[in-house]
T-cell receptor, first 114, second 111 residues
């Protein structure tokens, strides 16, 4: 069964550094998402991406964040200058359609900012 | 505003006990509802989903949920829990693009 993959599984970085989290969505999917889960808290939506542009973003997704689909398979989340509070599990998801289509979640990348 | 409420934050049960976790949502459009489970140290796994049709939905691992439109609820049930069901359970509703998750319920099953 096709699945969403994410790399790395765990990333440790120092405050102020840039990080790029990578995701490979399911191959025929067209809608892509990033969510995050701070330890002990609920999963929060960050951004959705379709047709090479952001379709929706949350208040969390400020100018420090960006997303890109650099080629036909990868979907990346970049944090330009990490802060301690960016430490969280980041989940990528993809879907074949927008409404009424299930999103498939990846295993997540645990980001630790020190 | 779109939101999901899970009333039980922590639940402790003995093996073989019955489980019901509450979920209420607020959303004005067509409702797609989900329950996810997250085992310790693992990622989100879909338990079941409701898109349309029969409001009683059966999922994996013996779980089921009932969509009651008049109550804006989508409660998760299992007749007899096992120790291996110890995990965190998230209810979610689908908005236009994003999923809106509840705060989660931590279930601990005592052997």
């Amino acid at each position: 069964e096709p699945e969403v993959t994410q790399t790395p599984s765990h990333q440790v970085t120092q405050m102020g550094q840039e990080v790029i989290l990578r995701c490979v969505p399911i191959s025929n999917h067209l809608y892509f998402y990033w969510y995050r889960q701070i330890l002990g808290q609920k999963v929060e939506f960050l951004v959705s991406f379709y047709n090479n542009e952001i379709s929706e973003k949350s208040e969390i997704f400020d100018d420090q964040f960006s997303v890109e689909r650099p080629d036909g398979s990868n979907f990346t989340l970049k944090i330009r200058s990490t802060k301690l509070e960016d430490s969280a599990m980041y989940f990528c998801a993809s879907a074949s359609g927008a409404r009424s289509y299930e999103q498939y979640f990846g295993p997540g990348t645990r980001l630790t900012v020190t | 505003a779109q939101s999901v409420s899970q009333h039980n934050h922590h639940v402790i049960l003995s093996e073989a006990a019955s489980l019901e976790l509450g979920c209420n949502y607020s959303y004005g459009g067509t409702v797609n509802l989900f329950w996810y489970v997250q085992y310790p140290g693992q990622h989100l796994q879909l338990l079941l989903k409701y898109f349309s049709g029969d409001p009683l939905v059966k999922g994996i691992k013996g779980f089921e949920a009932e969509f009651i439109k008049s109550k804006f609820s989508f409660n998760l049930r299992k007749p007899s829990v096992q120790w291996s069901d110890t995990a965190e359970y998230f209810c979610a509703v689908r908005g236009t693009y994003k999923y809106i998750f509840g705060t989660g319920t931590r279930l601990k099953v005592l052997a």
